[in-house]
């Protein structure tokens, strides 16, 4: 009797336990995806990530290996290769808040340190749990969807003083797709074509349907125009594609509406650098010494749209053979593309047709989306396109992030890990009209410049060129707002804004306002980091057409003859923890300043 007594107190007690326990038990809200082919890509051997316990699929870029063109230094991508630089990613959707796992298989060197970025989302978007250098392990608590994370180990693979890794992590923590702007398709609608894993993909099917659906698993798709019929191509989570999405043709032109949406990835490792569209991508632009060049309106673009009312929302891109997201034009932005042929004569109306200027009034989104793996001259991240809005981005190109040539465009909540190439804010290479531009909290995590080029820096005007248009007729950036921009890290130049070459720009009522850098590189400081890169200071050094590279670290320069500079403002500009005022800008601001009477302020 005491026996059955006893064992029915100890069966009460492990079942009491266990209650205990499953009401401690959080249910994973992550969703996680799985690529059925991953085989046949690049994935982190360095990396593990979980979330909620489960495993993640963490996948790899790496610089390519061919350099199609004959020179050292010709592609911009041979000090990574020198390097053997990697970019691993993974993503999850979840909702609340969702618990992540990393832990580096292979560091080098003695491991000091695990840190996040951006800093400035610490308590906000994520919280360090624990980290265990003896592990080489971090627990991060994310606690606001669509954050943009980098988790950096502080080995023998992080340069101390640029503050870079040399295998970066990314981690995109991704709202649920019920919260999405984009619905999923169905996938039982006679109008939807569901591509499988392992189908080769039906173009003529494609072509009569409404919405093409990509579901998970690795899909050899090439460089693909859009047809007419198509409204929405929809990548699930775990699909892959190869290749490149062209909806800027002239069949859609005109249409209203047109989405690409999901949790997958387009990536296009398997294009050459500067793939020729009239080639179907499969071989470059070249010059007469058969080299890779750039022919702007025929390169292969990962994304380009040509509809109004359009969206993009979280995808990722990777591997890009040129520029990434694209329109048509872009505010004209081709005039000294290469055709393609060695000529170096823009094509202003390949379709013959006025100048694709119904561009001008789209309006469109892009949300959530990822840019990544970026290696080689030409990787531009994205257009602020004309009345359109950027948000929720994460962006590491090899070029300019955001090419800044339309007028009403708003950017918000991005991430910046700008790589040795090209400015955060590009305004230049010809002479433009724009204005209304908004710009309101980024994160630069990194900046990888090693020296002061004439058209890198956050906010840049590459004095260029002067295709587009009459030298005569007065062109305008004017009425534009940059607030709350964080830099991390060393920075080798903030602005440059120039009319030396381009006489007929002018800049007028633009604001900069709470803008925060890390720390300024002094002259010394750049003059050692242009060993190890692209970079350039001597401002003896000239261009194809005899203009200087080298430029000073700020420099605000009014040398128009129609054009002007009137009234830049800087409130609140902190550079190495102190506010840069009117009298120490030249100094501690290290600004160079050439207007006609007073137009610069500091506040």
């Not at 494609?206 to 798709?221: D, E």
């Not at 005569?472 to 130049?493: H, Q, T, Y």
């Not at 009137?566 to 923890?577: D, G, M, R, S, T």
């Amino acid at each position: 009797m005491k026996s059955l007594i006893g064992f029915f107190v100890c069966l009460f007690a492990l079942l009491a336990a266990a209650c205990s326990s499953q009401k401690n038990l959080v249910p994973s809200h992550a969703v996680t995806y799985s690529t059925p082919g991953i085989e046949q890509l690049n994935t982190s051997e360095i990396y593990q990530v979980w979330v909620d316990q489960k495993p993640l699929q963490v996948f790899e870029s790496k610089p390519p290996t061919e350099r199609l063109c004959l020179t050292l230094g010709c592609d911009g991508a041979d000090t990574a290769r020198q390097q053997k630089r990697t970019m691993a990613w993974t993503n999850f959707s979840f909702e609340h808040k969702a618990k992540i796992k990393v832990v580096k298989q292979k560091f080098a060197g003695s491991l000091t340190d695990i840190i996040v970025r951006p800093k400035s989302g610490l308590n906000r978007d994520y919280k360090i749990v624990s980290k265990d250098l003896a592990k080489a392990e971090i627990v991060v608590e994310v606690i606001n969807t669509n954050s943009k994370i980098s988790i950096e180990y502080i080995d023998d693979r992080y340069l101390a003083f640029r503050q870079i890794p040399l295998d970066g992590l990314m981690i995109f923590a991704d709202q649920l797709e019920t919260k999405d702007i984009s619905k999923q398709p169905n996938q039982l609608d006679p109008k939807t074509y569901v591509v499988e894993y392992g189908a080769e993909f039906n173009f003529e099917q494609a072509s009569q349907s409404s919405r093409v659906y990509f579901a998970p698993g690795v899909h050899h798709l090439g460089y693909w125009e859009i047809p007419e019929a198509v409204k929405h191509v929809y990548l699930a989570g775990g699909a892959y594609v190869l290749g490149a999405l062209n909806s800027a043709v002239p069949a859609k032109r005109f249409q209203k509406g047109f989405t690409v949406s999901g949790r997958g990835v387009i990536s296009g490792e398997h294009f050459p650098w500067r793939a020729d569209k009239r080639k179907k991508g499969l071989e470059p632009c070249v010059n007469d010494k058969g080299e890779a060049v750039d022919c702007w309106f025929n390169t292969v673009k990962l994304l380009q749209l040509g509809t109004d009312k359009y969206l993009l929302e979280g995808i990722t891109f990777v591997n890009a053979p040129s520029y990434v997201i694209t329109g048509f034009t872009d505010g004209d932005i081709a005039w000294n593309a290469n055709d393609g042929e060695g000529n170096s004569q823009a094509h202003k109306d390949p379709l013959k047709n006025a100048l694709y200027t119904e561009e001008l009034l789209y309006s469109g989104m892009l949300s959530n989306f990822k840019v990544l793996g970026n290696w080689r001259w030409n990787g531009d991240g994205a257009a602020i396109h004309a009345n359109s809005r950027i948000q929720d981005c994460f962006i590491s190109p090899f070029d300019d992030a955001f090419k800044t040539y339309s007028s009403n465009g708003t950017v918000e909540d991005c991430v910046i890990w700008q790589t040795d190439n090209g400015a955060v804010f590009q305004f230049g290479w010809y002479p433009k009209t724009v204005s209304g531009l908004k710009v309101n909290n980024l994160d630069i995590i990194h900046a990888e410049w090693t020296g002061r080029n004439q058209n890198w820096g956050i906010f840049n005007f590459a004095d260029r060129g002067y295709a587009s248009g009459s030298k005569n007729i007065l062109k305008v950036i004017k009425d534009s707002s940059f607030s709350n921009i964080r830099a991390e890290g060393p920075v080798a130049r903030i602005i440059g804004l120039e009319n030396q070459v381009v006489k007929n720009q002018a800049f007028e009522n633009l604001l900069f306002e709470n803008i925060w850098v890390e720390h300024l590189l002094t002259d010394e400081e750049a003059k050692v980091l242009v060993e190890q890169g692209n970079g350039i200071i001597e401002m003896e050094s000239l261009d194809w057409s005899g203009n200087p590279v080298g430029r000073p670290a700020n420099m605000i320069n009014d040398s128009g003859d129609i054009g002007y500079i009137k009234n830049i403002q800087f409130k609140n500009l902190v550079i190495n923890k102190t506010k840069i005022t009117n009298e120490n800008a030249k100094t501690l601001g290290q600004f160079t300043i050439k207007t006609q009477g007073k137009q610069v302020y500091f506040k």
